[in-house]
T-cell receptor, first 115, second 113 residues
C-alpha cells in the first residue's frame, strides 16, 4: 500500500541502543510541543509533551528536550526496542491567540530498530 | 473502551459525488479535529472544533466542510470530491484544545477517481 513515510528522514539503531530523534519547529509563538508515534496502519499515538516554560521532561524510557533559542525539539528513547519501530512526529501548538486550537505537525522521522 | 471511531475505513468514489466521513468519540471530549496525511507531507490539519457549534479552519480547509451539532460527533463532508483529496484521513479528540493529549481514530483511506 501507499507509504506515508515516503522521503522521510530515517534513523536505524540496534536494539538496546539509545535513539535521538530531532525536530525543528517554525513558530516562535508556539508554547506547547508534543511527540507522537505512528505505527504502520494505525493512527498517531501520544508519547510525551512539554510546555515552553520547561526545557526537559521525562517519561518512561523517553525524554523530550526543548531549546527555544534555536527552535529545536528532540525525543530521546532509552534502550530502544523493536516495538519502538515507527514514524515519529513532533507537533506544535499555541495555548492562546488566533492559533489556539491549531496543531502543526513536523515531517516525521522513520525509526527502525534492528534486533 | 475509550476510543475514536471513523467510518468508513476505506472508500473509493468518483469526482463530484458528495460524501461524508463520520467521526465519533465516547470520552466526552470538547475538542475534535480532522487531519489528512499524505506521503512526505506529514499530517495537516483540515478543521477543528473547540466545542459544540464552534468550528474553525486548520491549514488545509479548502474543499471540506464540518459540523459539530453534538459533542461526540464531528463529521467531515466533501461536497464535491476531487482527485487531489485522495488521502488518509484521521479524526482526533482531546479533553480541551490542541494543547492536550489527542486521541486519534484508526483512519479513513479515501480514493477519488
Amino acid at each position: 500500500g501507499e507509504s506515508v513515510g515516503l522521503h522521510l528522514p530515517t534513523l536505524s539503531v540496534q536494539e538496546g541502543d539509545n535513539s535521538i530523534i530531532n525536530c525543528a519547529y517554525s513558530n516562535s509563538a508556539s508554547d506547547y510541543f508534543i511527540w507522537y508515534k505512528q505505527e504502520s496502519g494505525k493512527g498517531p499515538q501520544f508519547i510525551i509533551d512539554i510546555r515552553s516554560n520547561m526545557d526537559k521532561r521525562q517519561g518512561q524510557r523517553v525524554t523530550v528536550l526543548l531549546n527555544k533559542t534555536v527552535k529545536h525539539l528532540s525525543l530521546q528513547i532509552a534502550a530502544t526496542q523493536p516495538g519502538d519501530s515507527a514514524v515519529y512526529f513532533c507537533a506544535e501548538s499555541s495555548a492562546g491567540g488566533t492559533s489556539y486550537g491549531k496543531l502543526t505537525f513536523g515531517q516525521g522521522t522513520i525509526l527502525t530498530v534492528h534486533p | 473502551e475509550a476510543q475514536v471511531t471513523q467510518n468508513p475505513r476505506y472508500l473509493i468514489t468518483v469526482t463530484g459525488k458528495k460524501l461524508t466521513v463520520t467521526c465519533s468519540q465516547n470520552m466526552n471530549h470538547e475538542y475534535m479535529s480532522w487531519y489528512r496525511q499524505d506521503p512526505g507531507l506529514g499530517l495537516r490539519q483540515i478543521y477543528y472544533s473547540m466545542n459544540v457549534e464552534v468550528t474553525d479552519k486548520g491549514d488545509v480547509p479548502e474543499g471540506y466542510k464540518v459540523s459539530r451539532k453534538e459533542k461526540r460527533n464531528f463529521p467531515l463532508i466533501l461536497e464535491s470530491p476531487s482527485p487531489n483529496q485522495t488521502s488518509l484521513y484521521f479524526c482526533a479528540s482531546s479533553f480541551r484544545a490542541a494543547s492536550y493529549e489527542q486521541y486519534f481514530g484508526p483512519g479513513t483511506r479515501l480514493t477519488v477517481t
